[in-house]
């Protein structure tokens, strides 16, 4: 299928949760809120017509401006050879997202990724914990208003140097 003809068995399925489409844009997807995705997830998994069998990327981005958080999915189906993605949208202050790991299981570790990195709570989750930096850090690196800790049970984290002023700089 085309991306313009996923976004209208989308739209024609699930016509009140669709909020924008961009089937002409580099990146085709539909825009949603993240209450829906479950529901959208699963028949974009599992209806014949669309198949979508591989979970390629989950990302996370945070849209501070606009107190908005939001996953982007990227997917694949292997036996029709098409490719969609899908950007799932919650609230900055309390980002909740249904885990769609039992569909995809790539979805596993890159929810926790997104979780640990932006703070994305991905509800039903079966381990959701950090997987990157240590249990006890605090905060999430990347969020956009991240301060950076200077130093991590007193070992330096952050040194800001002058680079030109460096002993072995090329001059």
């Known amino acids: ?33 993240a209450s829906h995705w479950r529901p959208v997830a ?15 990327n989950l990302s996370g981005v945070d849209y501070v ?19 969609f993605a899908v950007k ?32 994305i709570i991905f509800d039903n989750h079966p381990d959701l914990r950090r997987i990157l930096c240590p249990e006890d850090w605090v905060g999430h690196p990347l969020r956009k208003d991240y301060v950076f800790p200077r130093e991590y049970h007193g070992i330096p984290a952050s040194v800001e140097l002058d680079w030109q002023q460096q002993p072995n700089y090329p001059k």
Not at 45 to 50: E, G, H
Request: net charge negative; proline share 8%.
């Open 1 to 33: 299928m085309t991306p313009q003809q996923i976004v209208e068995e989308l739209q024609s399925r699930f016509p009140s949760q669709i909020i924008e489409a961009h089937p002409q844009a580099k990146h085709p997807r539909v825009h949603l809120d």
């Open 42 to 56: 699963e028949y974009l998994r599992n209806d014949p017509a669309l198949q979508f069998d591989w979970l390629a």
């Open 65 to 83: 401006a606009d107190d908005k958080m939001a996953v982007v999915y990227d997917l694949y189906s292997f036996e029709l050879r098409h490719t």
């Open 88 to 119: 799932a949208f919650c609230p900055r202050a309390n980002p909740h997202v249904p885990t769609v790991s039992n569909l995809w299981h790539a979805a596993n570790w890159h929810e926790r990724e997104a979780f640990d990195l932006f703070g």
